[in-house]
């Protein structure tokens, strides 16, 4: 048994994420005999996961603040010097259509001013990653870049992008899976505007950034957590080589 208390943070992120991961697949297991699909296995893992997440916080760092997709946004994190920021189910939609796997548990740590530690748990997958291990970036085996894209809501551009990038569009569902396929070289890239929450991308990023990938705003801005504002509407992360004609392209085009 783990003891909770011993670990340090980018362990206890791993440790949190796996364990709402454990308590995800659960649910899954027994939405057929629960009578429980679409929007209700839904609900039922968001609330699920966010319970397990609140419980572990609570008790184990019971000092810090929380910013979670699924609570109200307690404005005291503004004052405070460590931040939870989580996502207790990423991929929701994707959570709801069996067997897919493409869904996450985010859970990252800001600490005065900037992401010190995160973990993705992909449940469905049996992996973790995380900043206290980074993944070591293994080298490209692609010649045509592969930007991975959200299954249910592309950016407008990307298909001009990928044309003048001659790159192959991925989708798929979650943004802390399309981080993590970047991580595991399965793209390239990962690229997004429109709508996002920092829930959404604040533990992929952490991660991307401790394997050495580029992450940044669309315009080529740094991206900055716990700001009052919970929006977070785009980011690119790729593998350094391609940082620059991405941002060129969007500076040139803008993301209509
Ligand atoms: N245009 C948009 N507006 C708001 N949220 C968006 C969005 N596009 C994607 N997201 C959020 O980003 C996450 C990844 O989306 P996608 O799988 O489409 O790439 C999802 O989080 P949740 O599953 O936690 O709701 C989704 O809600
Ligand atoms: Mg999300």
Redesign the pocket.
Same mark, same amino acid.
């Given at each position: 048994m783990i003891d909770p208390t011993t670990l340090d943070d980018h362990a206890f992120a791993v440790w949190a994420a796996e364990r709402a991961g454990a308590v995800l697949l659960d649910v899954r297991a027994g939405a057929h005999a629960a009578g429980l699909e679409g929007k209700a296995l839904k609900d039922a893992g968001d609330a699920a996961a966010q319970a397990e997440l609140d419980r572990v916080l609570t008790l184990h760092r019971p000092d810090d603040a929380v910013l979670s997709?699924e609570a109200a946004d307690d404005k005291s994190r503004l004052t405070a010097h460590r931040v939870w920021i989580i =996502?207790p189910l990423?991929?929701t939609r994707e959570f709801s259509e069996p067997p897919r796997d493409d869904w996450a548990v985010?859970v990252a740590l800001w600490q005065d001013g900037d992401l010190v530690a995160g973990a993705v748990a992909q449940p469905a997958l049996g992996e973790t990653f995380h900043t206290g291990r980074p993944s070591i970036l293994p080298p490209r085996t692609s010649e045509r870049p592969r930007i991975a894209v959200s299954r249910s809501r592309p950016p407008a551009f990307v298909e001009a992008l990928a044309a003048e990038l001659d790159a192959e569009l991925v989708p798929m569902g979650s943004?802390g899976v399309k981080v993590m396929s970047v991580v595991r070289d399965i793209a390239d890239a990962y690229v997004h505007a429109g709508g996002q929450?920092q829930? =959404?991308n604040a533990a992929p990023v952490a991660v991307a950034r401790a394997a050495g990938l580029h992450c940044s705003r669309v315009d080529g801005s740094p991206i900055v957590y716990n700001e009052d504002d919970t929006s977070l509407p785009d980011l690119i992360v790729c593998r350094p080589e391609l940082a620059e004609q991405i941002v060129d392209f969007v500076r040139r085009h803008g993301t209509e």
């Open positions: 997709e =996502d990423d991929g985010h943004a929450y829930w =959404d």
